[in-house]
């Protein structure tokens, strides 16, 4: 069983979920996300649990895990959930904590990849699933899919493409996870059976 976090539309989650995946919960900072409707729509159970109510960032981050582990999951899916996490929190879910991001870490850390990657005139450009580690954006790679851009692509092209591939991988990397598959030695992530980490993207 896996919970994902969202804070906004949720799509990531929402591919999870249509992938078949054991969606225990799905938890959202914001009460207002677009995905947590999604989720109701699929009797999946929802929380908020609203950063704002909170004084202080590990005082969140404790309520935050308490509402997790009621459902005693496996994994924990970061998806879209736009918080920094507090190096306490990574390491109560070291090794079985999940993220998704917008880009070929370790390039483009950190928001507006897609902008970024085109003013950087990056030829190849895509999204990682990473274990999370307390460092932003970063942490072992489990699997990547990259794709060509476009010449004079813009921002919003460029991401949506990119998302079609999140939507590829993010369900496959948890699904390793949870089938046991996925071996760390020296923060670099092998899968038994030798499945490809790399999705090369013809569109
Ligand atoms: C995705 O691009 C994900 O890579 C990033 O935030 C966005 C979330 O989109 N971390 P969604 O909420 O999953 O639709």
């Known amino acids: 069983m896996l919970v994902v976090l969202i804070s906004g539309r949720g799509s990531n989650m929402q591919a999870l979920v249509e ?3 054991p969606v225990a919960a799905v938890i959202s ?4 996300a677009g995905g947590l409707e ?4 699929r009797r999946i ?5 609203d950063h704002a109510g909170f004084a202080s960032r590990e005082a969140f981050d404790e309520a935050l895990a308490r509402e997790i582990d009621r459902h005693r999951p496996r994994l924990v899916a970061l998806a879209g959930f736009m918080r920094v996490l507090t190096p306490g929190f990574v390491a109560r879910y070291h090794n079985r904590l999940l993220n998704i991001h917008p880009s070929l870490l370790p390039a483009f ?7 970024r990657a085109l003013a950087a005139g990056v030829k190849l450009h895509g999204c990682t699933v990473h274990f999370v580690t307390a460092e932003l954006d970063s942490g072992p790679i489990v699997i990547q899919a990259a794709l060509g851009v476009r010449p004079g692509e813009q921002p919003a092209e460029l991401a949506a493409r ?3 591939q999140e939507h590829v991988i993010y369900p496959r990397a948890a699904r390793w996870f949870l089938e046991d598959k996925l071996v760390i030695q020296d923060a670099v992530v092998r899968v038994k059976g030798d499945d490809a980490q790399l999705v090369l993207a013809a569109d």
């Open 19 to 21: 992938a078949g995946l």
């Open 29 to 32: 900072n914001r009460a207002d």
């Open 38 to 41: 999604f989720a109701r729509s």
């Open 45 to 49: 159970p929802t929380a908020v649990a």
């Open 109 to 115: 850390p950190g928001l507006d990849t897609h902008a």
């Open 162 to 164: 990119v998302l079609r």
